[in-house]
């Protein structure tokens, strides 16, 4: 057998965690911890280049059975999708943990939910049974509860709660769901089994798919965050300490529209057709609410996280336009978000760290004193707001594209994202970075450090080699998603639209 | 072919990049040197590679770079054709002039560097977008374009009003931009490809219905309404001159507001099956020209005359595209770079030897103290005020002249342009007289002085293209038009008319050019009359439509993004969260007894929810 690459990536985090917190030296903790991640992120960046980009099914695939009669086992494996979704996490990883310097208060535990959390994360995405999988799910929480409950801001307890309240409603579903499945198709397939390869097999009438739809979705929705599900965010945003909001941001929402993707769109086909409708509204109001809220935000990571709930909307809604190119799209754009809604954050979290405040009018001026790191905003700002050569670029001008040819209303209404997405991100830099200083505390403030460039620059040169040729990242996706689609047009009546066939749609939204 | 034609592009782009990381170790002069060399290296490049066109119609070329969207079956492709061809000419050439004259007049900016390094940007943006042959890498230029255009007006970002105006600009643009995206996605649909020669053929072959081309050329207009600055998205512009002065002839003139009439140039195959698209065109040109025009007679800021005029000069393009004259569209295009750059670095010398005053009213006189400046000025406002043989003139005058033959309505469209071009007569003069006749008005300890020979030579090479500029598309003849003809053949032209007709109508609009100078000189010979009836405050205040607008959005829209975030979303959505959480809250501290801490107890809920759930999900046995 070969050697367990996917195994490895998520026992090196835990072994990573147990060794800081068993090496009782404070001051090693951050060096532990960003050692294991960057060698984590080896692995990962090993799987990349291994990866055979163009062919569809699961690669890398692990798999012991545990439990015969339930069907449970240890069943791993990386697809195009899942593959972007580990190599972002294991990139952002260390990143996060280099910008932590500011943690100074039990460091060591500090690190080691870091470096859980990563595992938890890694073995989310690489799970392909759905009770590992949930398992995974689950212990991922727990870390991230405790860094924003012990490591956030003021109102840490609360934010943390919250989030564990919303999460936890929504795995209380899904484990039904997971349940239910795993038990439903055992008439079908000669026994339950929460083998997610297996369960591909199983015809599922279209009432047992809207039911399981439903609690998967909704937990997946909640996480996301999908409309009018995403108060949870902002809060734990806010509280949440730099390298948390990083992780949070960069990979954990999408964790969410990967399920979405994995479980509701190839597991129940027939629910994703038929509730296309729904979800459709629910990203588009997403995209244009979370953008309106964000506009008028005091706090900047308020603002920032309001722009998450903008831009996953465009994601979900490239998601559920089901065609190749806003599928490609929606999973394009959830690496693109990570990359740049992470880097706002970190600049946002090293500007908190000199000043102490989220306020935006506590700023003004910010460029004259510090320019490197205004350029590094606006440079980010813009990538987010979608300008060409840049990597957001990419991804919405998929899913927007793609989403017009099977949902043209939708994806007309989408469109006015990108005017606002211009107006909160400029006016928040107009206010925080231009002018002249007018708060004395500002005056002396100092720009970018080394550690700061070292944590800047890898993110800034991935997010212009996505922007300018996105085309290995796209050919690493486009097998994957071709092959959803391909069940789907299988399994329903469904038919992804081609060009030229949506003509007539077109002049009935133009007249 | 291949490489010389991507340096057009990459020249630029590498003073850009080297700029932007040494420029400060470069400093003063180099890095204006190394941005100017750039540019004039692209300018050379292309007058070499357009040679091929000259002697004879040479093919259009393409460069391939790389693969790029596959999905959309385009690549990063550049298309060399004449039209792309004197796109570049321009661009390059008059810019290179103001590389050139921005050495000088940014002496000792702090930002020197910086400056070059966005100029060069800005270069290698309009470069894209001129030279993309699909309208993905167009509207890559397109957005870039509006990045540098950004960056630019708010150059000098300590200035909040500054930092506003590049922010309005950029905002103003991208909602020109949802027209071009909603355009991409109906193009797309279509034909399943944003390359141009698959959707102009596919139109040429019929897949095109009316209503469908209809949809598309008006969502394009939107487009080229923001980047142009046409009615109603013109409002960036007047603001954009807050930037330093060579950059608001950069985009008033050689880049960025020339974009939308190039793309409705290139884009003529479909305009061309959607005739009411095509009017609406004319239709906004028309207006936005009357409109703009009558603004600019009351302004006292030097620039924002300019300004208001820019807005004026690009309806005139609109009319010509609009009604399908587009070598007369691209030509008025062409000597309005030439003459409007001058005019702007003219009102940068001024503004220079005046030490940054740019209300005219405290002007007058400076004729003999700025002998350059005035001589090449009056150049530029003699060809922009149609007197013949100076470059506006020519291509004015058969803009005005294809519309007048298109005949029935568009004749009342002739009628507006002959006005506009009256009123332009008379405000150009106004300025002129305000600011270089008359007795001096000037401030105290205010000195004015000719600029240096850096700002002052390109002003002289400006005067000379404004002078002959119109000569390459005379009546007598049509050379430009002859060299565009290769682009446009597939598209039914519309011709001025010629003969005994084409004489009356020149000689119209040579006497309204005439009767607006009198006037003007009549009204200011003597004295600075005092305007400030309720007439022209209200001209001066641009019929206040900003502020009508800064209500809607900025106050009203503000109020209601007030109300969704702090009631709607924290109030309403949230507080039923919370709500809820509070009610569990409470149901937690009954369990108090049997748990201790939260966690735990939501760890239970957990389980006995999913067991309750499971129970019910079974019990329906249907699933």
């Known amino acids: ?511 | 072919m291949d490489l010389s034609l991507s340096l057009i592009i990459f020249l630029p782009m590498g003073g850009m990049l080297l700029l932007f990381g040494f420029g400060k170790r470069i400093g003063e002069p180099g890095a204006g040197i190394v941005a100017t060399l750039a540019v004039v290296g692209s300018f050379l490049i292309a007058v070499v590679l357009a040679f091929d066109f000259i002697n004879g119609d040479g093919p259009a070329e393409t460069v391939r770079w790389f693969e790029w969207l596959p999905a959309f079956g385009v690549e990063a492709e550049l298309r060399w054709d004449q039209l792309s061809a004197l796109m570049t000419l321009v661009v390059t050439g008059v810019g290179s002039l103001i590389h050139l004259y921005s050495i000088g007049y940014m002496r000792g900016d702090p930002g020197f560097g910086r400056f070059f390094s966005y100029l060069n940007l800005f270069i290698t943006s309009m470069l894209i977008l001129v030279l993309a042959n699909n309208f993905a890498l167009l509207f890559v230029g397109w957005e870039l374009v509006g990045l540098s255009s950004y960056l630019l007006i708010s150059f000098w970002f300590e200035r909040p009003i500054a930092a506003a105006a590049g922010k309005k600009a950029f905002i103003v643009n991208r909602v020109g931009d949802v027209g071009f995206i909603l355009a991409l996605m109906l193009i797309f649909s279509v034909f399943g490809s944003l390359g141009f020669d698959t959707v102009f053929e596919g139109a040429h072959r019929g897949e095109l219905t009316v209503t469908m081309a209809t949809a598309i050329a008006l969502l394009l207009l939107v487009g080229a309404a923001g980047k142009s600055a046409q009615l109603p998205l013109y409002v960036w512009l007047p603001d954009a001159m807050e930037g330093p002065t060579p950059v608001s002839a950069l985009i008033h003139a050689a880049t960025m507001v020339t974009a939308g009439v190039y793309m409705v140039a290139r884009t003529g195959a479909i305009f061309e099956l959607a005739p009411i698209a095509a009017a609406t065109v004319a239709v906004v040109g028309g207006a936005t020209a009357l409109f703009a025009a009558t603004i600019a007679i009351a302004q006292r800021d030097i620039k924002r005359v300019l300004a208001y005029s820019t807005i004026s000069q690009l309806g005139y393009m609109f009319m010509g595209v609009g009604a399908a004259a587009y070598t007369a569209g691209v030509f008025h295009l062409m000597t309005h770079a030439f003459f409007k750059a001058l005019l702007f670095l003219g009102a940068g010398s001024v503004i220079h030897g005046m030490s940054g005053e740019q209300d005219m009213h405290k002007m007058g006189g400076l004729a003999r103290k700025m002998p350059v400046t005035f001589a090449t000025m009056a150049i530029a406002w003699l060809a922009i005020s149609g007197i013949p043989p100076f470059a506006g003139f020519w291509s004015k005058d058969e803009i005005l002249g294809v519309v007048f033959e298109r005949g029935g309505l568009w004749q009342v469209l002739w009628g507006v342009g002959l006005v506009t071009a009256l009123l332009t007569a008379f405000y150009m003069t106004r300025m002129m007289w305000l600011t270089f006749f008359g007795e001096p008005r000037w401030d105290d300890g205010v000195e004015p002085h000719e600029s240096p020979r850096l700002m002052t030579v390109p002003l002289v090479v400006l005067a000379g293209l404004s002078v002959v500029g119109g000569l390459v598309n005379t009546p007598f003849k049509a050379t430009l038009e002859h060299f565009l003809d290769p682009v446009f053949e597939a598209v039914h032209l519309a011709h001025a008319p010629d003969g005994s007709l084409a004489w009356i109508l020149a000689a119209v609009s040579v006497a309204a050019g005439i009767i607006g100078i009198g006037a003007a000189i009549l009204r200011y010979r003597s004295r600075v009359p005092v305007e400030d009836g309720l007439g022209w405050r209200l001209l001066g205040n641009g019929y206040y439509i900003d502020d009508v607008y800064a209500g809607v959005f900025a106050g009203g829209g503000k109020l209601g993004a007030d109300w969704l975030a702090f009631r709607f979303d924290v109030r309403g959505i949230d507080g039923a969260v919370e709500g809820i959480g509070s009610l569990t809250r409470k149901a937690g501290g009954w369990l108090r007894p049997l748990q201790t801490g939260f966690v735990r107890s939501y760890g239970l809920a957990i389980i006995a929810g999913a067991v309750g759930l499971l129970a019910w999900f079974l019990s329906r046995g249907g699933i």
């Open chain 1, 1 to 511: 057998m070969d050697f367990p690459i996917l195994s490895a990536l998520i026992a090196l985090p835990v072994a990573g965690g147990l060794a800081v917190l068993l090496v009782k030296r404070d001051e090693l903790a951050l060096p532990l911890s960003i050692t294991s991640s960057l060698v984590t992120f080896g692995g990962a960046a090993w799987l990349l280049f291994a990866f055979e980009s163009g062919e569809a099914g699961f690669q890398f695939v692990e798999k012991s059975t545990w439990h015969e009669p339930w069907g449970v086992g240890w069943h791993l494996g990386v697809d195009g999708i899942s593959l972007l979704m580990v190599v972002l996490t294991a990139f952002l990883f260390p990143i996060a943990l280099l910008a932590s310097t500011a943690i100074t208060h039990r460091v060591r535990q500090y690190a080691a939910s870091m470096l859980f959390l990563q595992a938890g994360i890694t073995g989310v995405f690489l799970s392909l049974d759905l009770l590992v999988f949930f398992i995974f799910w689950e212990a991922m929480l727990v870390p991230m509860y405790f860094i924003i409950g012990i490591w956030g801001g003021e109102r840490r307890v609360h934010a943390a709660v919250k989030f564990f309240i919303f999460t936890a409603f929504g795995s209380a579903l899904m484990f039904a769901g997971i349940l239910s499945l795993g038990f439903l198709v055992s008439d079908q397939l000669g026994g339950p089994t929460f083998d997610f390869v297996e369960l591909l097999g199983a015809d599922l009438t279209r009432n047992a798919q809207l039911w399981l739809f439903g609690a998967f979705g909704i937990s997946f929705a909640i996480k996301v965050p999908v409309f009018p599900f995403h108060t949870w965010l902002p809060d734990a945003h806010v509280e949440a300490p730099t390298g948390g909001s990083v992780i949070l941001a960069g990979v954990l929402l999408k964790l969410g529209v990967y399920g979405l993707i994995r479980f509701n769109l190839t597991l129940f086909p027939k629910a994703a057709v038929d509730l296309v409708p729904v979800l459709a509204v629910l990203a588009v109001i997403g995209i244009l609410y979370g953008a309106i809220v964000a506009i008028v935000q005091t706090d900047i990571k308020r603002l920032v996280a309001y722009s998450s709930v903008s831009h996953l909307g465009f994601v979900v809604l490239g998601v559920f336009a089901l065609t190749t190119q806003s599928l490609q799209g929606g999973v394009i754009q959830m690496v693109n978000h990570g990359l740049t809604t992470g880097l706002l954050f970190l600049l946002v979290g090293m500007i908190y760290e000199r000043r102490h405040t989220r306020q935006i009018s506590e700023f003004g001026g910010l460029a004259t004193v510090m320019p490197l790191l205004a350029g590094a905003f606006l440079f980010t700002a813009f990538a987010s707001i979608g300008l060409p050569g840049l990597n957001g670029f990419v991804g919405e001008f998929f899913v927007l594209l793609g989403s017009y040819l099977s949902l043209p209303g939708y994806a007309i209404a989408a469109t006015f994202g990108v005017v606002l997405a211009a107006v909160y991100l400029l006016w928040a830099y107009q206010r925080m970075f231009t002018g002249e200083i007018t708060v004395e505390a500002n005056r002396g403030l100092s720009d970018l450090s080394v550690r700061e460039k070292i944590i800047i620059i890898p993110m800034a040169a991935l997010v212009v080699f996505l922007g300018v040729y996105p085309k290995p990242a796209l050919e690493i996706i486009e097998p994957s998603v071709d092959a959803i689609l391909e069940r789907i047009e299988e399994q329903t009546d469904y038919v992804v639209p081609e060009f030229g066939s949506t003509g007539d749609i077109a002049v009935e939204v133009a007249e």
